[in-house]
């Protein structure tokens, strides 16, 4: 099965900064690969799918790109409500594998 | 408003069995494939099963494949797992999920676009 992995697993940046976030399939997807954003207790919310479209009503601060083994989700400039669990998912396949998680704090 | 609504979690020992429930609300349910998601108390997500619209396509996680069953009943709207030989390492939020995209063809292999709240399913003696 393809593992999907996710770095860092925590980072802590200020409001405003610009956030990188990588994940990293350990066989080629293509550009079948999602992110989520999960709250703490909350639901996770579906953010992008295709590697790099955004789901509607997502603000423009999030964007993904990559394809292949390499993905990238950028927040642009980094909000409080922001504060999050970040998730991708391959779905290529079954297994439709997550990630790890990419925890987010404000600095 | 698109709802989904997750029950049938609750104390189980390890060995027994437990019959979840989603009941879809807000949108055709047989237009599109269903999955089950679960997290383990401060752990990431994991696939769980998925189902495509017409039940001819169903997949599995390992760790819970020939013990976990996934159907559902356009009729009424609903998905189900069935979870035998329930063991701790199954405790965990378990949650329903829709997929964005409705399939011309029975695939499962969408993102999930909208997700219930869950259910706890807590296996212990």
């Known amino acids: 099965d393809i593992q999907m992995t996710q770095s860092p697993s925590s980072l802590s940046a200020s409001v405003g900064d610009r956030v990188t976030i990588s994940c990293r399939a350990s066989q080629g997807i293509s550009n079948y690969l999602a992110w989520y954003q999960q709250k703490p207790g909350e639901v996770p919310k579906f953010l992008i799918y295709g590697s790099s479209t955004l789901q509607s009503g997502v603000p423009s601060r999030f964007s993904g790109s990559g394809s292949g083994t390499d993905f990238t989700l950028t927040i642009s400039s980094l909000q409080p409500e922001d504060v999050a669990t970040y998730y991708c998912q391959k779905y290529n396949s079954a297994p439709l594998t997550f990630g790890g998680g990419t925890k987010v704090e404000i600095k | 408003e698109v709802q989904l609504v997750e029950s049938g979690g609750g104390l189980v020992q390890p060995g027994r069995s437990l019959r979840l429930s989603c009941a879809a609300s807000g949108f055709t349910f047989d237009d599109y494939a269903m999955h089950w998601v679960r997290q383990a108390p401060g752990k990431g997500l994991e696939w769980v099963s998925g189902?495509?619209?017409?039940?001819?396509?169903?997949g599995y996680a390992d760790s819970v494949k020939g013990r976990f069953t996934l159907s559902r009943d356009n009729a009424k709207n609903s998905l189900y797992l069935e979870m035998n030989s329930l063991k701790p390492e199954d405790t965990a939020l378990y949650y329903c999920?829709?997929?964005?995209?409705?399939?011309?063809?029975?695939?499962?292999?969408?993102?999930?676009?909208?997700w219930g709240q869950g259910t706890m399913v807590t296996v212990s003696s």
């Open positions: 189902i495509s619209w017409n039940s001819g396509n169903i």
């Open positions: 999920a829709k997929v964005g995209t409705i399939a011309a063809a029975g695939t499962t292999l969408y993102p999930f676009d909208i």
